[in-house]
């Protein structure tokens, strides 16, 4: 079997498994669900890996295919198949969103246990994974659309998956309406890459894309911003990223899987795939890359304020995004897909950590309320200070190796690239604080109550259901949080799923180490040897001197976060009080949603009031159709006056008819 | 076969008319039925590649006028005619599973209705087709009148006023089309035989002086039925007073009758005023869209939520039929039928949930979710079909529509996308707001009842079985479309055409050089 | 003398019979009106028959009378009949249908 | 002198067409009307039409105008106010007549018709004599003839029918009462009782 | 010319047949009226009569001769007229049995005099000069006259009739004088000689021809009801016997019409190019004027007199082409507007003696649910009237707006087109309050007043009390009702036979 059957079944098994465990949702157990559901995502896994030693076995510059079924909808001129394209970047999307998705079902298998919706959670997340499949595999631009909406789909549906959570169900509806945007920002995409290349087929637009525009031509410009729209949609990048914080408000495992290692990712492959268009457009790349640094600072500066320990993440998530996005738009593309390799198994642990510690907290998220686990929760805290690591870039761990890459190539590039080198150690730095600025809060000092309850008793602390968010109480019917929640400490299921990702991201950053190996580097090359970006590559020893600032840097935030809620605790309150106004600018997340609010959403809502309640009533129902009514019904009185029942009155008229015709017949001749 | 086709509904209609109340529901179903396996057959018997009409009939109707009885199938109607049939079972069926007054009038005037839908649909001659599109009011002018919902408690029209709104309102239209109509046959007569059939006054033609005025007299019509922005002043009271069996096929089938009649006779007799008011339709589709959209998300009454975006999809669907492009107007086609595909079972859903919550006040409804699960499910793929959600036929549909618009008047393009975005809000809000969110006291959140399923389910069926092969329209549709589209474009191939600008690199690095020897 | 003096004439006294018609109120004056109307017709039949040289305005003439003579009687009889049904004879007051 | 004649009578037809519009009582427009007849019947008889002269006054200023007399005795000659309860109504009426009366003549004068203008041709002797009218009549006039002898019939029938009154409708006089419950007010003699008769009486049985 | 000897003109009895049938019936008629005996046969003497001239003018379709020196002309135009008018005439006798008119006027007088009316008809039909013409009219109008009076009791009917007599004679009296005009102006009394006397004499666009003209349409307009001539509609309809109304509503059209055609074809041809326009102006006013008028009505009797003006209106569009297709477009609309009225009216008559409100529209409140063998002909009738399909109206319609787009006449149509659009307004009003609201009937057996009093212009005057509470399942009137209804929906699905006829009475004038 080719490489491309085994892609389709790679797409095939979520699917059904999705399918099937909906069919299901009367008759079958939970186990069952969360049986199939993992089972399908790691049948994909495996034959993904089967795919890829497939490609293995052709010569490098032979390792792409396309293959499609039907033709889906291709008359007058437009042809659109049902197809895919398998080559190594597809491949790599699909190893790790396969293998991360597997250990994330894993994890909720045990983490989701008490779930009403269970059935309906293990439907949506293959669901996701399949849509995710379909767009890292799509092989023409409007299928990509469709996975691209497809996974929009499934994180508003997964998002507001406890549907009767007001802050759920709206948080659900921005994160869809906001991806919606993107997914137009993209079709206008295709229509201009239609109108100059006549073809919606990755093969043949990045087959003529160099020999129809020249370099900067404003179409291709066009089409990449077109694109970014799309990208920054997605991979919440600035100014479309306030979905994203408020998205976790869906389940933990969601968290982790969407929002931090899979589909908030898709930007940065978009970018990769179309790399030939944006070599194409400079300009384009670089607007990428500077938005791509800005969301990276901007991110992490509030991810130093944040007090809600999920949302704090998926800042951190976003500012790591950025180094991806920054990565792939200057050309480095190995380096970026490397990190988002790193980062899916990095920020995944924390999530699952996070999730377990929020179980415990009964659901509480904020880490003023928290402190003490690493006492209470050995094996979370353990697994969480691995991710932290990872994330902070400490070194000779995953994170080290993947975001050092990005920006030593960003210094051997030169140029004006060197402020992604400074500006990204800046970033770094915050990184490490922020990291470690939880870690510590969290997992150090006295327990607090729930920790204490679960020291002595070694049961996870209960509170009435309540949502963080609004603080309202839960309507419970619909399940989670519910009765039970589960820690890590108490489910094999999570255990294992953690410990394999703590493991990676310890040690996944090895495959790649300069002047080492570059297995990555190696196994993408081919579909980025057509880029002459992808020609530039730092020396081992820039690289090495790249990785001991990284280091440095990463251990200097370690030391500053240690100082600060460690050594001097009253300290941030200090800075706090003494920055107060850079304070809340920070905390209230420099504005973004209110300034949508003010620009987008208020005047949208008042044009419909508008047309609602002025223009409908006085326009349409009043001018229009009142008018006529109106003017008919005057001359009918009029009409009705003269017929005023006196005989006279008629021979009048009727004389004056006489008169006026004879009249007529008279002057018309004359 | 054709005539079977058209006039099986009104027999069965004419017999129910004595049958006892309980079993007139089910002989009605079985006539729709019997409508719909017609209509498959003879979708079956239809040759896909050919563009010109197939199994016509064509007799000699009122020899004095030149009036002929003649009806044909083309890929421009085929489908529209199967989708009448399949939401008339639906509807019919429907209403079977509920109790009506007066039974044997009600089903009656529902197939008569369907009979006379089918007609503007399979009409080849243009009188014909005004006949029928005239026809199709009288129908539901009762059936919305005797048989709607009476607003006046809440400072609305009875049904009686509603309705009477409507029809001058869509009357206006028509019978200035019917003049027009008469006038284009006698004008293009050139004083010899006069005809009413189309393909026969395509042929002689139309001076472009006289097109400039029929024109508007058609579109009018067209305009008013769609409803189109500013002629929708009926629709509202309309959709409010209809009760909703009804308004699932009058919403689902009648509109596209509107866009259906721009492809089937404006495109083909009058080019040249096509080509030339194209504007001024896109501006009035573009207006519909974005004004629909912009209704839709801010009403709180569930049925013109739905009202209102369909105005916004017809709105598309025209501005697909005005960009004067093959793509575009097979995406119209394809929209057309997914519109009622997908509007039909919504307003099945709204009835089911009015039947629920006793209220059509969407802020008063939610969370319903949680004890229909199948419903919720349903609902949801319809919703997201809706609002075009890609991998839906409806996305391919505007995708299409808003190609052709993008590659013929790219600011309309970009415009119109804008109401993409404010469809998947208001579809969304109308999801959630019903079947999310908490639950409010009073609301009965049940499952959907086994006959009510049985009813909704084959249409979600097709919804999701053109999204997998949306082509199935699209490729049938095609060759009739470019007949007509070419009759405006002056039958120019209309596939893409590289942008002049483009050039080879060399070429471009030439220029360059000669640029520097020129400083 | 001229045809069109008697022409002019019978317009002359045409519009004074319909002057009587709008003004006056008695249902029997309005009919003797009507026959100052009939009358100056004759006077144009007569005159114009004269005029053509044929007598087919005469004859037209003579029926025009018989005609005038029928309306008479008929309006006299509803006269009659009003004024036995006790209503009053004038035209202003009989307006029960109108609008 | 025929000039003269013509005058005379002119003048005797318009002072009669006059007095007949403003006589104030019925009686006195009658009288007019006849000496209006008369006059016109000189006219006629200018015209060289001699049998219509004489029908004119046989007919007219005989039988029709007594029979006007014996109704106007019959139902009583009520003066009629002189002013005009109905606004602007003699103004209109004075105006557009007036106009009628200047398209007519205008008509006339500006007629390219030369005959107009001539005493008209020379007629044979006994034009316009009872023997020409009476084979007109008989010829070319038969069927407006005979239809005219009808409709003397028809407009007989028609007096008896609406004057005649069968005793038993008396009563119902009193109907007019509740009839007009809704229009202007009226004189009314006989009480306002509602005949019950008229309610139960049941139709199309035999008298 | 005169005094030679007498030459008995050449009568063609065959020819006239028709005439004198009716004419022996009139008397016949009248005769059985004197006896108590015989007297109840009148209705089916009248009947009989009717038949036997139906059937005499049948045995004559095709042959257009003229007759009697040429004062008449029998051809398909003529016969077709006169057959809508006996059919008229033959319902009307159906709507009046058990009629307190008929009582009121003595059942002999009251049918002779119907039939007078028929045989003025007959003789218009076929006028071929201006006295047959003249004299024909009168014998149309003063039976009418006659007969609105013939409800003695009720003072609208009166009213109506002197209202009629009035400006009815003052419109004949105009008319009479354009005649003469006419006359003057080609010395000759014949269609024929006047239209070959405009041009020897070279009377084209000549005033004294015009004036005449003018006149003369004054007068035609008046019979034909078109505005500003149509004041006398509303008030007569309403105060008329209903049965009356129903036949003035019809016949005296199709009549006038006949002779308007004739006379402005034939007689006027040559002058097409001066009336075309005027008379086009005139339609237009009537079509506004009458479906204005309609609106705010609720007595049916009435709404239907103002709907008439308006279909006048669209009627005269047929003459303003003077084309072939126009007068056959007429000649179509005429028939198809004989059964929607005859539906409507048979209801209206039904309802006016089962119910206290007279011809008022409460009176068809709840009819749906109530009778629907009379809903069904009301509602046919009056979506006929609006020109909606599958009825003959629509075809009406279509027909005439085709004649009138041919002779360049388009903005008339779209006149037509908005006309009929503005009507729907208060046809539907009347279908609504059949189907669309509860009956009132229970609320109001106490009498007319109980809610409230009734509108002035309501013809609901308590002489209308109900006289008959079975009325409406009468077989005398549900049958014309369901007749006239069925017929009305088959003509507007296969209208060939129709068209073919309308064809025939269009080609006898060309």
């Given amino acids: 079997m080719s490489a491309t059957a085994w892609a389709w079944l790679v797409l095939l098994f979520p699917l059904a498994g999705s399918i099937l465990i909906a069919l299901g949702f009367r008759r079958t157990s939970w186990r069952f669900a969360g049986i199939v559901g993992t089972g399908a995502i790691a049948l994909a896994f495996l034959c993904g890996i089967v795919a890829l030693i497939n490609l293995l076995g052709e010569s490098p510059d032979a390792r792409h295919h396309a293959s499609s079924l039907w033709e889906y909808a291709s008359v007058a001129g437009l042809q659109i198949k049902l197809g895919i394209y398998v080559d190594p970047l597809s491949v790599f999307m699909v190893l790790v969103v396969t293998g991360v998705s597997t250990l994330i079902h894993l994890y909720s298998f045990g983490y989701m246990q008490s779930d009403a919706g269970y059935h309906r959670f293990f439907s949506y997340l293959n669901f996701f994974v399949f849509s995710m499949l379909l767009l890292v595999l799509a092989g023409n631009f409007v299928l990509l659309i469709v996975g691209w909406a497809f996974v929009g789909f499934a994180s508003y549906a997964l998002i507001s998956f406890w549907y009767r959570r007001t802050t759920a169900t709206r948080a659900g509806m921005k994160a869809f309406v906001i991806n919606v945007v993107g997914d137009i920002g993209l079709v206008l995409a295709a229509f201009l890459i239609f109108q100059h290349l006549g073809t919606f087929e990755y093969t043949e637009v990045f087959a003529k894309a160099p020999h129809v525009f020249h370099a900067n031509q404003w179409s291709v410009t066009a089409i990449c911003l077109l694109l970014l729209v799309g990208a920054f949609a997605k991979s919440a990048q600035l100014p479309l990223h306030t979905w994203l914080p408020d998205a976790m408000e869906g389940l933990t495992p969601v968290s982790s899987l969407i929002h931090a290692a899979t589909m908030v990712t898709a930007g940065v492959y978009l970018i990769a795939r179309t790399h030939v268009l944006f070599v194409l457009a400079p300009t384009a790349a670089d607007i990428a890359a500077f938005v791509g640094l800005a969301t990276l600072l901007v991110a992490a500066s509030i991810a130093l304020v944040m007090t809600d320990l999920k949302r704090a993440i998926a800042y951190s998530t976003m500012s790591q995004i950025g180094y991806m996005v920054v990565g792939v738009s200057i050309g480095a593309y190995s380096a970026g897909m490397f990190h988002l390799m790193t980062h899916a198994f990095f920020k995944a642990l924390l999530f699952m950590a996070a999730g377990s510690i929020i179980a415990a907290m009964a659901n509480e998220q904020n880490i003023d309320k928290m402190s003490g686990f690493g006492k209470a929760m050995r094996f979370t805290s353990v697994t969480m200070l691995c991710g932290g690591l990872a994330l902070a870039a400490f070194p000779f761990t995953s994170g080290f190796f993947s975001k050092d890459e990005i920006l030593a190539y960003a210094s051997a590039r030169g140029g004006m690239y060197l402020i992604f080198t400074i500006l990204g150690y800046f970033g770094a730095l915050l990184t490490a604080i922020y990291t470690f600025r939880l870690i510590f809060r969290v997992l150090r000092g006295e327990p607090c109550a729930e920790a204490q309850e679960l020291i002595d008793t070694g049961h996870v602390h209960h509170a009435a259901p309540f949502n963080p968010a609004s603080g309202e109480a839960e309507d419970t019917d619909i399940g989670f949080p519910g009765a039970e929640h589960h820690i890590a400490e108490q489910s094999p299921p999570m255990k294992v799923a953690m410990g394999i990702l703590a493991f990676l991201a310890l040690f996944a950053g090895f495959i790649q180490v300069p002047g080492v190996d570059k297995a990555i580097t190696n196994f993408l090359s081919p579909v980025f040897s057509d880029s002459p970006l992808a020609a530039i590559e730092p020396s081992t020893g820039a690289a090495w001197f790249g990785l001991l600032i990284g280091g440095l840097v990463s251990l200097a935030g370690i030391g500053i976060a240690y100082w600060l809620y460690v050594a001097s605790p009253a300290t941030p309150r200090r800075l706090q009080e003494r920055f107060a106004a850079v304070h809340t600018f920070l905390y209230n997340k420099w504005y973004f949603d209110e300034a949508i609010d003010i620009l987008v959403v208020r005047p949208a809502l008042a044009v419909g009031r508008f047309a609602n309640r002025v223009f409908e009533r006085y326009v349409i129902d009043g001018a229009i159709t009142g008018g006529a009514e109106e003017t008919i019904g005057r001359a009918g009185a009029i009409v009705r006056t003269f017929q005023n029942g006196i005989v006279r009155t008629y021979g009048l008229f009727l004389v004056f008819g006489a008169v006026g015709l004879a009249l007529y017949f008279l002057i018309q001749q004359s | 076969m054709i005539n079977a086709l058209l006039w099986v509904p009104l027999a069965f209609g004419v017999v129910g008319l004595f049958l006892p109340k309980r079993a007139v529901g089910w002989w009605a179903t079985a006539g729709a039925l019997a409508t719909l396996v017609i209509g498959v057959i003879m979708a079956f018997g239809f040759d896909n590649g050919a563009a010109g009409l197939q199994d016509t009939v064509n007799t000699t109707w009122i020899s004095g006028l030149g009036v002929n009885y003649s009806l044909g199938i083309d890929g421009l109607n085929l489908f529209l005619v199967l989708l009448t049939a399949l939401l008339w079972v639906g509807g019919i069926a429907f209403a079977a599973f509920r109790e009506q007054e007066r039974p044997q009038l009600f089903f009656f005037l529902m197939l008569a209705a369907e009979t006379a839908t089918l007609g503007s649909f399979l009409s080849q001659d243009l009188l014909l087709f005004v006949l029928f599109f005239d026809l199709m009011l009288v129908p539901f002018y009762f059936l919305f009148g005797a048989w709607g919902v009476d607003r006046s408690a809440e400072g609305g029209p009875t049904p009686a006023q509603a309705t009477l709104k409507m029809m001058i309102y869509t009357l206006i239209g028509s019978l200035l089309m019917l003049v027009g109509a008469i006038a284009t046959a006698i004008i293009s007569a050139h004083g010899g035989h006069l005809t009413f059939s189309i393909e026969a006054i395509q042929h002689q033609g139309v001076p472009l002086g006289s097109q400039r005025w029929i024109f508007w007299f058609f579109a009018a019509a067209f305009l008013v039925k769609m409803p189109a922005f500013l002629v929708h002043g009926w629709m509202p009271d309309a959709y409010r007073a209809a009760p909703l069996p009804v308004l699932v096929v009058f919403s689902g089938v009648l509109a596209k009758v509107g866009a259906y009649g721009f492809l089937r006779v404006v495109l083909p007799l009058f080019p040249q005023a096509t080509a030339q008011f194209q504007t001024v339709i896109l501006l009035v589709a573009l207006a519909s869209i974005l004004y629909g959209s912009v209704m839709a998300f801010t009403q709180t009454n569930v049925r013109l939520i739905a009202g209102y975006s369909s105005v916004a999809q017809l709105g598309f669907i025209t501005a697909g039929i005005f960009a004067l492009r093959a793509d575009g107007s097979d995406g119209a086609v394809l929209q057309m039928v997914n519109h009622g595909l997908v509007v039909a079972p919504l307003f099945i859903i709204v009835a089911i949930l009015v039947e629920r919550t006793g209220t059509e006040d969407l802020r008063s409804m939610g969370g319903m979710a949680m004890r229909a699960p199948v419903l919720a499910a349903l609902f949801l793929i319809v919703a997201l079909a809706t609002l075009a959600m890609p991998g839906s036929a409806n996305f391919i549909g505007e995708f299409y529509i808003l190609n052709g618009l993008f590659q013929s008047k790219i600011v309309f393009a970009f415009i119109a996308i804008s109401g993409v975005a404010m469809s998947a809000y208001y579809a969304l809000r109308l999801y959630q707001g019903t079947m999310h969110n908490r639950k409010p006291d009073g609301v009965a959140s049940r499952e959907i009842s086994l006959r009510d399923g049985i009813v909704l389910a084959p249409l979600v069926l097709c919804i999701l079985g053109l999204a997998l092969y949306p082509q199935l329209i699209l490729h049938r549709a095609d060759p009739s479309v470019q007949q007509s589209v070419s009759a405006v474009t002056g039958g120019e191939q209309l596939t893409s055409t590289i942008h002049q600008s483009d050039r080879q690199p060399g070429e471009f690095e030439e220029d360059q050089i000669q640029v520097q020897v020129i400083r | 003398m001229n045809i069109d003096w008697y022409i002019v004439l019978s317009a002359l006294l045409f519009t004074i019979g319909a002057i009587g018609i709008l003004v006056r109120r008695s249902p029997m004056v309005i009919l003797l009106c009507l026959e100052l109307m009939l009358n100056a017709a004759n006077l144009a039949l007569v005159a114009f028959s004269r005029e053509v040289g044929n007598g087919q305005g005469q004859v037209f003439a003579l029926v025009v009378m018989v005609i005038a003579a029928c309306e008479v009687v008929v309006g006299l009889g509803l006269i009659v009949a009003i004024f036995r049904r006790k209503l009053p004879l004038d035209v202003d007051d009989l307006r029960e249908l109108r609008g | ?207 | 010319m005169a005094g030679e000897g007498f030459v008995a003109p050449h009568v063609d009895y065959a020819g006239i047949a028709p005439v004198i049938a009716l004419t022996v019936g009139l008397v016949v008629i009248l005769m059985s009226g004197v006896f108590p005996t015989t007297k109840r046969w009148a209705p089916g003497l009248a009947v009989l009569t009717l038949g036997a001239t139906a059937g005499l003018l049948l045995w004559h379709w095709d042959d257009n001769i003229s007759l009697v020196a040429g004062a008449l002309r029998i051809d398909d135009l003529a016969i077709s007229i006169s057959l809508i008018a006996i059919l008229s005439a033959f319902t009307t006798i159906l709507l009046s049995v058990r009629e307190r008119a008929a009582e009121e006027a003595g059942q002999g007088e009251y049918y002779a005099l119907l039939i007078g009316s028929v045989l003025g008809m007959v003789l218009l039909a076929e006028a071929q000069n201006l006295v047959t013409f003249f004299v024909a009219i009168e014998t149309l109008s003063i039976p009418l006259y006659i007969l609105c009076a013939t409800n003695l009791r009720r003072e609208g009917s009166l009213e109506s009739g002197l209202k009629y007599l009035i400006v009815g004679s003052l419109g004949s009296a105009t008319l009479l004088y354009g005649m003469a005009f006419i006359y003057g102006g080609t010395g000759s009394t014949d269609f024929a000689g006047i239209a070959h006397g405009i041009e020897v004499k070279g009377m084209l666009h000549d005033p004294l021809i015009l004036i005449g003209i003018a006149l003369a349409s004054v007068g035609l307009a008046f019979k034909t009801s078109i505005a500003p001539f149509h004041q006398w509609t509303p008030d007569v309809y309403q105060g008329a016997p209903t049965p009356i109304t129903s036949f003035m509503a019809v016949a005296t059209k199709a009549a006038a019409f006949a002779v308007f055609v004739r006379f402005f074809v034939v007689a006027l041809g040559p002058e097409t190019g001066d009336w075309q326009t005027g008379l086009a102006i005139l339609a237009a006013i009537s079509i506004v004027v009458g479906n204005v008028g309609a609106l705010a009505q609720s007595s049916l009797k009435r709404l239907l007199g103002y709907s008439g003006v308006a279909q006048a209106g669209y009627m005269l569009g047929g003459i303003v082409v003077a084309s072939e297709k126009g007068v056959s477009s007429l000649v179509f609309y005429l028939a198809a507007y004989l059964f929607m009225n005859l539906a409507a009216f048979a209801v209206v008559v039904a309802r006016e003696r089962e119910t206290p409100f007279g011809d008022d529209i409460r009176g068809v409140r709840g009819l749906g649910a109530e009778r629907p063998a009379l809903a069904w002909p009301l509602t046919i009738s009056m979506l006929a009237l609006a020109g909606l399909p599958a009825t003959a109206g629509f075809i009406g319609k279509l027909y005439l707006i085709e004649a009138l787009v041919e002779g360049s006449f388009t903005w008339l149509a779209v006149f037509i087109a908005v006309g009929t659009m503005i009507s729907l307004a208060y046809y539907l009003r009347v279908i609504a309050a059949m189907w669309m609201s509860p009956g009132e009937t229970a609320t109001a057996t106490g009498a007319a007043g109980a809610p409230g009093p009734a509108p002035i212009i309501s013809g609901a005057s308590p002489e209308a009390d109900p006289v008959d509470p079975q009325a409406g399942g009468r077989w005398y009137l549900v049958a014309p009702a369901v007749l006239a209804a069925g017929i009305t929906v088959f003509l507007g699905v296969i209208p060939q036979p129709l068209v073919d006829f309308a064809t025939h009475a269009g080609a006898s004038l060309f």
């Fill in chain 4, 1 to 207: 002198m025929e000039a003269v004649i013509f005058f005379i009578a002119a003048i005797g037809a318009v002072v009669g067409a006059i007095g007949v519009v403003a006589a104030r009582n019925p009686f006195y427009s009658v009288l007019a009307l006849i000496s209006h007849l008369f006059s016109l019947a000189v006219l006629f008889l200018l015209l060289t039409s001699a049998f219509v002269a004489a029908a004119q006054v046989v007919v007219y200023a005989g039988a029709v105008m007594v029979l006007y007399v014996f109704v106007v005795a019959y139902v009583g000659s009520a003066q009629e106010p002189t002013w005009d309860p109905v606004p602007g109504q003699r103004l209109f009426a004075g105006l557009l007549a007036f106009f009628l009366f200047v398209e007519i003549s205008a008509a006339v004068l500006s007629s390219a018709l030369k005959a107009l203008s001539t005493h008209g041709p020379d007629v044979p002797a006994g034009f316009g004599y009872p023997a020409a009218i009476g084979n007109l009549l008989l010829e070319k006039f038969l069927v407006p003839f005979e239809a005219s002898s009808v409709l003397l019939l028809i407009a007989a029938v028609g007096a008896i029918v609406l004057a005649n009154r069968k005793p038993r409708s008396g009563p119902q006089a009193g109907d007019g009462v509740v009839s007009s419950g809704h229009s202007a007010p009226k004189a009314r003699p006989e009480g306002a009782t509602p005949a019950p008769a008229s309610q139960s009486e049941p139709l199309g049985a035999p008298k």
